[in-house]
């Protein structure tokens, strides 16, 4: 079976995925194409790339960074404007997060992490979402850590009992992508990036029904800093892993406070408790 054929890369699906009418409809859809070659080409290395994706994979996050002229040519007789709105739709979809970098568009497909007690490697896409699967083996306060860094849990390994697929029919998918609107965000910060981990984080500490207003608290945190992008997303991951860790150790009893307590170590790391 170690042939170079069998030992190639694979794109896996689950069959339950087949009997979702939701994953076939999309399967079906002319975005489905774009989406496979945005996952072909998913950079997962710590080897310094142009468009700086080997930090978005250094955060746990899955991304590849393709033109439209690129992707159009690797589907064969298509023009870069099929493929804009192959990327709209996807975005719309849920299934996709697009990141402008002035040199070319980021694209986020899902999160990695490892497991350390069974030291085994995990991915899990957006896509996943269209299909939600409890695996009762793996809780979201597991330890998450890969050489010294910090990157998202097992990707929503315990998921809330009332969480909901973020699709275009979600009210909760819908609230997000109106949340530009919101006066009470920053609208000097818009970053998908930290949205991710928000996300993550607001999964970890049973939180995902306040996730407008998660992202909203980081944006003012974030705000009230001189970090960029890279900084901010690091504190967080730090705030990330001392909360995990003090909830461990059951210094915080009440489910219900387990994301305020992850604020409030944020806040203390970025100093902003002395400040007020």
């Known amino acids: 079976m170690g042939t170079e054929r069998f030992n190639r890369q694979f794109i896996l699906l689950d069959f339950e995925d087949l009997d979702n009418p939701e994953f076939m409809e999309f399967v079906r859809s002319p975005e489905f194409s774009t989406y496979l070659i945005m996952r072909r080409y998913i950079w997962r290395s710590e080897k310094p790339h142009s468009l700086g994706l080997h930090e978005y994979y250094a955060h746990g996050l899955l991304a590849c960074g393709l033109s439209r002229e690129k992707i159009a040519g690797a589907l064969g007789g298509v023009t870069a404007r099929t493929v804009t709105k192959d990327i709209n739709a996807l975005v719309k979809r849920g299934l996709i997060k697009s990141i402008p970098t002035g040199r070319g568009n980021i694209y986020i497909l899902g999160k990695w992490a490892v497991d350390q007690e069974e030291n085994v490697y995990y991915e899990y896409f957006f896509l996943d979402r269209l ?16 050489g010294g860094r910090n990157v998202p849990g097992r990707l929503e390994g315990a998921v809330p009992p009332d969480w909901t697929d973020p699709s275009t029919n979600n009210k909760e998918w819908n609230t997000r992508k109106n949340r530009e609107d919101s006066k009470d965000q920053p609208s000097d910060f ?67 406070k387990k994301m305020a307590y992850f604020f409030a170590v944020l806040e203390d790391m970025l100093g902003l408790k002395d400040r007020e």
């Open 131 to 146: 299909q939600v699967r409890l695996e009762e083996n793996l809780q979201s306060d597991s330890k998450s850590e890969l």
């Open 190 to 256: 818009n970053s998908p990036w930290i949205e991710t981990i928000i996300e993550t984080c607001s999964r970890d500490f049973w939180d995902i029904e306040h996730l407008n207003s998660n992202i909203t608290r980081a944006y003012n945190l974030w705000a009230r800093t001189d970090l960029d992008e890279a900084e901010f997303a690091d504190k967080i991951q730090e705030a990330r892993r001392i909360t995990k860790q003090r909830i461990s150790l059951s210094a915080v009893h009440d489910r219900n």
